[in-house]
Structure formats: structure tokens, C-alpha cells
């Protein structure tokens, strides 16, 4: 097995940084906390912002985490690659796949966002990493969306080989029902960035998804 599957095998939390929710100043204090190696794996969402900012701020964080953490960048692929991110995550109106493969190299982390089992099964066959699969339940993210059916999240996690990440909407209330599902790797913001104790959050969510075992 490559060094980059193992470690994708082992990420279980997903913390999403979103410049709608914090504004760069917050986000850097939690990515010293998240540094802490109290979360997996870390992404930079800034859907409105611009480039300039979005790519200051990678490199920032990217210099503080020095490597301990994976870092992702939502969209914009060419500001993985100017900031020597991780890797870039994408969604189904992003640059596709294969062309972000083709500019990041096989090294690179690349994820995708999938709502059905056919966007699964076609991220997965253009060699994409991960999948982010949701929203699962209502989220202030992305408004317009219902909550997903959970069997079809069930589905998706008992069929597709790479790791799949459920997202949206998802806090320490109802995680256990994703995991009562088979899920094992979630994605969160809200309910870390917005907690009252940042750090407490992700050490909760840590021994929630350490309590379903090896994946």
C-alpha cells in the first residue's frame, strides 16, 4: 500500500475552515489548536473571498502546521498549487478530476464532493482520493439542500472502496447515527468552529470516532 492511501486510511475527522463562518484570524487560532494533532485532516472554504487572501492564508497555515496535519484547498486548484497544499477537494461545477490530477501529480490529495451513488462511483473511477458525501442533514452551508435520505448514505459507505467522508450538518448530537450506519469518517465545521471551546470540541469528536474502531 502507498504511503498516501495509509494515510488516507487512517483519516477519520475532517475539519472544514469556512471564511463565511470565521473570519482568517479565527480560522488561523483554530488551525494552531487543530495543530495540536487533535484533528485529521483540514480544509480552507472560501467561496465568496479572493484569491489573494485565500492563498495568504495557506501559506500560513501551511507553514504552522509544518506537514503535521494534511491541508486542503476547497475549489481552487491553483492555489494548491502556488501554496504546496496537501491536495484540493472538489465539487461537481469545479475543474474535473483528471485535469486536477494532471496539474497537482499523483502525490497530491484529491477529494470530491458526491450527492448520489453514481457521483460516487464516477469520482472513485477517475481516481479521486476521497469522497465527501452530503449533505446528510440540514446545514446553514448549503440551505437549499434536505437532508439526505441515510440509506443511500449507507449505501455509498458499504460500496465504495475510498474513504468517504459524511458531511453536512453534523454535531455531537446526531453523529451517532451515522455511525450506527457504518460511517466512520465525518466532516464537521459549525459544530467545531462555532463551539464555545474549539479545542474541547475536537477532542469530543476525536473520542467519538476512536470509539468505533479500526477501519
Known amino acids: 500500500?502507498?504511503?498516501?492511501?495509509?494515510l488516507l486510511k487512517r483519516l477519520?475527522?475532517?475539519l472544514i475552515l469556512d471564511a463565511q463562518v470565521n473570519d482568517y484570524s479565527e480560522l488561523f487560532e483554530?488551525?494552531?489548536?487543530?495543530?495540536?494533532?487533535?484533528?485529521d485532516i483540514l480544509q480552507i472554504r472560501d467561496k465568496h473571498g479572493n484569491a489573494k487572501d485565500i492563498l495568504d492564508f495557506s501559506?500560513?497555515?501551511?507553514?504552522?502546521?509544518?506537514?503535521?496535519?494534511?491541508?486542503?484547498?476547497n475549489d481552487r486548484v491553483d492555489i494548491a498549487l502556488a501554496s504546496g497544499a496537501s491536495g484540493v477537494h472538489v465539487g461537481t461545477d469545479d475543474l474535473p478530476i483528471k485535469?486536477?490530477?494532471?496539474?497537482?501529480?499523483?502525490?497530491?490529495?484529491?477529494?470530491?464532493?458526491?450527492?448520489?451513488?453514481?457521483?460516487?462511483?464516477?469520482?472513485?473511477?477517475?481516481?479521486?482520493?476521497?469522497?465527501?458525501?452530503?449533505s446528510v442533514f440540514r446545514t446553514l452551508t448549503k440551505p437549499d439542500r434536505d437532508?439526505?435520505?441515510?440509506?443511500?448514505?449507507?449505501q455509498v459507505v458499504k460500496t465504495i472502496k475510498i474513504p468517504v467522508f459524511a458531511i453536512g450538518g453534523i454535531s455531537q448530537d446526531n453523529v451517532s447515527t451515522l455511525l450506527a450506519l457504518g460511517v466512520k469518517r465525518i466532516a464537521v465545521c459549525r459544530a467545531v468552529c462555532e463551539a464555545e471551546?474549539?479545542?474541547?470540541?475536537?477532542?469530543d469528536f476525536q473520542k467519538i470516532l476512536r470509539s468505533t474502531g479500526k477501519s
Open 147 to 154: 437532508e439526505m435520505d441515510l440509506g443511500l448514505l449507507e
Open 1 to 6: 500500500m502507498h504511503s498516501k492511501e495509509k
Open 99 to 134: 485535469a486536477a490530477r494532471k496539474m497537482l501529480g499523483s502525490k497530491a490529495i484529491i477529494g470530491a464532493s458526491c450527492q448520489s451513488l453514481e457521483h460516487a462511483w464516477k469520482a472513485q473511477a477517475e481516481k479521486a482520493d476521497y469522497i465527501g458525501f452530503g
Open 30 to 39: 483554530i488551525v494552531k489548536i487543530a495543530a495540536k494533532t487533535k484533528v
Open 197 to 203: 471551546d474549539v479545542g474541547q470540541a475536537m477532542e
Open 59 to 73: 501559506l500560513k497555515a501551511m507553514q504552522h502546521l509544518k506537514g503535521r496535519v494534511p491541508f486542503i484547498v
Open 12 to 14: 477519520k475527522f475532517y
